[in-house]
C-alpha cells in the first residue's frame, strides 16, 4: 500500500448556474495562496465581448467552442482555482480533459435546483440562459450526469461560501489522501 498522495495543482469548480463556483473559487485561492481564474472572464477577455454578447452574437454552440479552447490552454497552469461556466461540463472532450488531467481535481458544487435560481436573481443581472427556449429544469436535468463525473461533489445547500470552501479544503484532503493510500 502506498502512502504517496495525489499532487493537486488545479481545483476546479462545476456546478449550475448559481452553485457559487466563482464565489467559492475566489474564496479557495485566497486560502490557497493560488491565482482564481473565471472561465467566463477569459472568454470575455479573449473575445472583448460579454458571455451574453457572445450568446446573442454567434450563438451557443460558438461560446462552448470558445470555452472549450480556454480550458485547454489553462490545463497547464499550477496552483489555481478554476470556476467554470455551468455548461463547460457539456462538452464530453472538455470533460475528458478535466477528470483525466494529472493535478486536476473536479469539483461539483451541488444545491437543489430551486436553491440555485433564487441565488441568480441576485443583483438584477440575468443570466443569459435563463432567457433561453430551454427551461433551466430540463437544462440542469441534462448536466447532471455530467457534474455527477467530478471527482468531489460537495452539497452547498444553505451553506455560506465560507462554509463551502471550508468543506471543499477538507473534503480535497481527505479523499485524496484516502485514494492514493488505496492505489
Not at 499532487?7 to 467559492?24: D, N, P, Q, Y
Request: proline share 4%; with cysteine; charged share 25%.
Amino acid at each position: 500500500m502506498s502512502t504517496e498522495t495525489h499532487r493537486v495543482s488545479r481545483l476546479i469548480l462545476t456546478g449550475f448556474m448559481g452553485a457559487g463556483k466563482s464565489t467559492v473559487g475566489g474564496i479557495l485561492a485566497q486560502e490557497l495562496g493560488w491565482r482564481f481564474v473565471d472561465l467566463d472572464h477569459v472568454i470575455e477577455a479573449s473575445s472583448q465581448r460579454t458571455v451574453a454578447e457572445i450568446f446573442r452574437e454567434f450563438g451557443e454552440a460558438e461560446f462552448r467552442e470558445r470555452e472549450r479552447q480556454a480550458v485547454q490552454q489553462l490545463s497547464c497552469e499550477e496552483h489555481m482555482v478554476l470556476a467554470l461556466g455551468g455548461g463547460t461540463i457539456e462538452d464530453e472532450s472538455t470533460r475528458t480533459q478535466l477528470t483525466q488531467s494529472p493535478g486536476n481535481c473536479l469539483i461539483f458544487l451541488d444545491a437543489p435546483l430551486p436553491e440555485l435560481l433564487a441565488r441568480c436573481t441576485v443583483g438584477g443581472k440575468t443570466r443569459p440562459l435563463l432567457a433561453s427556449a430551454e427551461s433551466p429544469e430540463a437544462r440542469h436535468h441534462r448536466r447532471l450526469p455530467h457534474y455527477r463525473a467530478a471527482h468531489l461533489t460537495v452539497n452547498t445547500a444553505g451553506l455560506t461560501p465560507r462554509e463551502v470552501a471550508d468543506q471543499v479544503l477538507e473534503r480535497v484532503s481527505l479523499e485524496w489522501l484516502i485514494e492514493a493510500r488505496e492505489r
